[in-house]
């Protein structure tokens, strides 16, 4: 499958940031969460489910259960 030209730049963005700061940084979570969205959209439901579930378990080891950047990972995940 082709990758739309759009969705390009949040992939590079979410690459960069897994060099720089590891795929359990809360600085990750923000890239995982938008390719998610970006995922979804184009009808990959498998590749957003992943990469919601990483960046909820990225911001749950950092926050803990019950933080508010958990829930918004979670809202993102109802959401869809």
Do not use: C, W
């Not at 498998?46 to 829930?71: D, P």
């Amino acid at each position: 499958m082709t990758i739309p030209k759009p969705a390009r730049q949040p992939l590079r963005a979410k690459q960069i940031a897994l060099s720089v700061y590891s795929e359990k940084s809360t600085k990750t979570a923000l890239y995982l969460l938008l390719q998610g969205d970006i995922d979804y959209i184009i009808g990959d439901y498998e590749g957003a489910e992943e990469n919601f579930r990483k960046a909820m378990e990225s911001q749950e080891k950092q926050f803990g259960h019950n933080h508010i950047e958990v829930a918004k990972v979670i809202i993102s995940i109802v959401a869809h």
